[in-house]
C-alpha cells in the first residue's frame, strides 16, 4: 500500500468515526441497557482554573519560544561527520522531495482540525457539557505538546538531515577549511517533530476518549487505526522531507502520545467506581508478590 493510499484511508476513516454513533456495537458484545450503559461509560471534567491556567502557560511558553526562534539570535549546531549518527538516522540522508514536506503538513492540519471537530460531535453525542469538556481537554494536550516540541528543539538544538546537504554544499564551494558555517536557526531543530508530535497527541487523546465513552463500540477501534496511520504518514513525510530523521519522528510519536494519553487521563472523573486501580506488596515467608487489582 503506497503513502497517498495510507493518508486517503486515514481521512476516510476519521471522517467515519465522526459519525459513528456511539452505540453502536460489537458483534461479539451482548444488548445492554441504556441505563447500563449510561453507568459503565466513563465521565470527564474540568476545572476553569486549573485547565485555564496550563492552556494559557503552555500557549504563552510555545509562542514565546517561537518569536525567539524568529530572530535569528539562537546560533545553530553545525552538522557533525555523518559517521557519528545512528545507523537508522543515515537512512534520512538522501535525496529530499519538497513536495513532502507539503503533504506532512496536510496531514497535521488533519489531525488538528479533528480535534476542533470531535468535540462538536462528542456534545451531539452525548450532551454539551461532553463536547465543552473535549474542546478543553484536546486544548490542554495540545498547546502542552507545542511548549514540550519547542522547549526540546531549543534544548538540543540539532541539526537537520537537510543542514547536511547544505554543508556538504558550502564544502564543495569554499572547501573545507574556508567554507561558512551555517547560520539559519531553524536548520538546527530537528528534535523532535512537532508535526508527528501533535498528530499523535490528537490520536492518543481522541482513542482515550472514545475507548472510555464508548468501550463495546467500534468507534473507538477506528479512531485507533485511522490516528495511527495518519501518525505513520506524517512522520514518513518529515523523513522524506529532509526535515526530521527517524529518531525524531519517533521520539515526536512517542511524546505527543504520551502528553495526550495522561492529560485525558487526568480529566476523568474520579467518582467512577469502574475506574479502581491498585497495586499491593504480598509477604511471605520466603519473599513476596507484587499484586495488581481493579479495572480501568
Not at 496536510?106 to 469538556?133: E, K, N, Q, T
Not at 478543553?136 to 534544548?155: F, G
Not at 556538504?168 to 512537532?194: C, H, K, N, Q
Amino acid at each position: 500500500m503506497s503513502i497517498r493510499s495510507i493518508a486517503n484511508l486515514s481521512c476516510a476513516s476519521l471522517a467515519l468515526l465522526l459519525i459513528t454513533p456511539a452505540e453502536l456495537q460489537a458483534d461479539d458484545s451482548p444488548p445492554s441497557s441504556s441505563v447500563a450503559a449510561e453507568a459503565e461509560r466513563a465521565r470527564f471534567t474540568a476545572d476553569p482554573i486549573t485547565d485555564g491556567a496550563i492552556i494559557s502557560a503552555s500557549l504563552g511558553f510555545g509562542a514565546l519560544a517561537e518569536l525567539v526562534i524568529t530572530t535569528g539570535e539562537i546560533v545553530p549546531q553545525q552538522p557533525q561527520p555523518t559517521s557519528r549518527l545512528l545507523a537508522i538516522d543515515r537512512l534520512a540522508l538522501h535525496k529530499h522531495e519538497s513536495a513532502a514536506g507539503t503533504t506532512s503538513t496536510i496531514g497535521a492540519i488533519v489531525a488538528v482540525a479533528y480535534a476542533v471537530i470531535d468535540p462538536v460531535a462528542s456534545g451531539y453525542r452525548d450532551g454539551a457539557s461532553s463536547g465543552l469538556v473535549d474542546a478543553v481537554i484536546y486544548a490542554e494536550a495540545l498547546s502542552i505538546t507545542w511548549a514540550a516540541t519547542n522547549m526540546a528543539k531549543l534544548t538540543v538544538r540539532r541539526p537537520r538531515p537537510r543542514a547536511y546537504q547544505v554543508q556538504e554544499r558550502l564544502y564543495e564551494i569554499y572547501g573545507m577549511e574556508v567554507a561558512p558555517s551555517i547560520t539559519e536557526t531553524d536548520t538546527s531543530l530537528s528534535f523532535f517533530s512537532g508535526h508527528t508530535a501533535l498528530a499523535a497527541t490528537v490520536t492518543s487523546t481522541a482513542s482515550y476518549l472514545a475507548f472510555a465513552r464508548s468501550p463495546h463500540s467500534v468507534r473507538p477501534w477506528l479512531t485507533l487505526l485511522a490516528g495511527t496511520a495518519l501518525t505513520t504518514f506524517v512522520g514518513i513525510q518529515r523523513v522524506r522531507a529532509g526535515e526530521h530523521f527517524p529518531t525524531d519522528v519517533i521520539a515526536g510519536a512517542m511524546a505527543g502520545a504520551g502528553i495526550g494519553l495522561l492529560v485525558a487521563h487526568m480529566h476523568r472523573d474520579e467518582a467512577v467506581a469502574s475506574r479502581s486501580f491498585w497495586i499491593g506488596l504480598h509477604r511471605e515467608r520466603d519473599g513476596g508478590a507484587l499484586l495488581f487489582g481493579g479495572s480501568l
